[in-house]
């Protein structure tokens, strides 16, 4: 099923006007439509959480790599 505007969709090659379908017709596509907005939003959303996941073990490897830093403790 595509979209081709808001008020008209292609299914299996057919274009079908929304407003001329069937009210149960017209809810189910009014329901895909949100399952792919949700979808997309979604994909967005991971993105974004692995670019942090990548910055954040980045940022965990150079303190964990660092070499360790004498303690000048007890020295006057």
């Avoid at 980045?58 to 303190?63: D, P, S, V």
């Amino acid at each position: 099923m595509s979209e081709e505007a808001t008020n008209t969709l292609t299914f299996e090659d057919k274009e079908y006007n929304v407003a001329d379908l069937p009210e149960k017709a017209q809810v189910l596509v009014g329901f895909v439509r949100e399952v792919r907005d949700e979808g997309a939003a979604l994909q967005k959303r991971l993105a974004v959480l692995q670019a942090a996941e990548i910055t954040f073990s980045k940022e965990l490897e150079e303190i964990l790599n660092a070499p360790e830093q004498e303690s000048l403790d007890g020295i006057d």
